[in-house]
């Protein structure tokens, strides 16, 4: 599992220190009038993931970049999927300053949804 196996487009990023991966079928639920459900399945299983990373500066502002895009491509454990990356938020590592080899170190997150 290690190595190439998350990007965004053609940016390569580490292992995810945290990934959380939901899966939800999306559905109109109506009443008849005879109280029965009338169900409209609109998409079966709607991905989102929830990831954490620790990053370089660089890295860490590749990745707020990508937040501010559209539409990204997301290789994934060998699946690509079209996918819209939101919600980045970033923290310095305590002691991360200290570091001579990189400009800190940055625990990072992003909400993935699925188009």
Do not use: H
């Not at 599992?1 to 079928?25: C, H, R, V, W």
């Amino acid at each position: 599992m290690l190595g190439n196996y998350l990007k965004f487009n053609d940016n390569t990023f580490p292992n995810p220190i945290q990934a959380k991966e939901n899966s939800k079928t999306l559905e109109n639920v109506s009443n008849s009038e005879a109280g029965t459900d009338l169900v409209v399945v609109i998409r079966n299983s709607k991905k989102t993931w929830d990831f954490s990373f620790d990053l370089s500066k660089g890295k860490r502002d590749v990745l707020e970049n990508i937040c501010k895009e559209e539409a990204t491509t997301m290789s994934y454990k060998g699946q690509s999927y079209t996918v819209r990356v939101r919600d980045f938020s970033s923290q310095l590592v305590e002691g991360s300053e200290w570091l001579s080899s990189v400009d800190g170190l940055y625990k990072c997150s992003v909400k993935v949804t699925e188009y």
